[in-house]
């Protein structure tokens, strides 16, 4: 589905017919692009591959200003293909006392602090252009044919976050009925995360998305069963 065709989508489902009153087109698009990003978050859904060239004599490097739309290395790689492998800073320093002044030929090992923050092993003496595979942030949908970068079995679950996203405001009873359009935006990046995570894992990749399955979110839904049955007890 593209944009106009998802907007569509949503103001049917708020039982609008599909010309927008109570809920604007605007507010609908808001609701589809953070729920786009969101999704992409959740699960590193857009992978791209670049060229990077590292400054000589230089350790740490912010990627946001080379790559706008950065979210986290996958896998970084020479000119020639040799594998620049991810080291934490405590393997760094005890492998090399002085790694954070250690020039060589090329580097071989990089380290990822916060948002954007790579640091390289050893330090090139010239520039070097490295190849870097990340998980990119989606480009917002500014159109009515712009089409979202994730597999159109998921593009629903973006109709329900943007349902979720438009009711959240109308609060109590009316927010607790749009609590299952998230549960289901929650299940679809889910499956689409674990799909990705396994595939990063058989490339070996340096980064898998998080694992949604394994966090319980029940408190952001729902009071769980269990406690609730619990309280009744008491």
Not at 44 to 60: C, G, K, Q, S, Y
Request: aromatic share 12%; net charge neutral.
């Amino acid at each position: 589905m593209n944009r106009g065709q998802m907007a569509a989508r949503v103001s049917e489902r708020l039982a609008e017919g599909g010309a927008p009153t109570f809920y604007p087109a605007s507010k609908i698009i808001d609701g589809l692009n953070e729920g786009y990003g969101f999704f992409v978050f959740l699960t590193l859904a857009i992978e791209r591959t670049a060229p990077w060239v590292v400054a000589p004599n230089t350790t740490f490097h912010h990627l946001l200003p080379v790559f706008p739309d950065w979210i986290v290395p996958l896998r970084i790689a020479t000119a020639s293909g040799a594998r620049v492998r991810f080291s934490f800073l405590a393997d760094l320093a005890a492998r090399d006392s002085q790694w954070l002044v250690s020039p060589g030929y090329q580097v071989s090992r990089y380290t990822f602090q916060g948002s954007d923050l790579i640091g390289v092993y050893q330090q090139p003496t010239a520039p070097q252009t490295l190849t870097v595979t990340y998980a990119a942030g989606p480009a917002p949908l500014t159109d009515d044919a712009s089409v979202p970068e994730i597999p159109v079995e998921y593009h629903p679950a973006l109709v329900a976050y943007a349902i979720y996203y438009l009711r959240q405001v109308e609060g109590a009873q009316e927010f607790g009925k749009a609590l299952k359009y998230f549960q289901e935006f929650l299940e679809a990046a889910g499956k689409h995360g674990a799909y990705v995570r396994s595939r990063n894992l058989g490339c070996k990749y340096d980064t898998v998305p998080f694992e949604l399955a394994s966090f319980d979110h029940s408190h952001l839904l729902k009071l769980r069963p269990d406690l609730a049955d619990r309280k009744v007890a008491q």
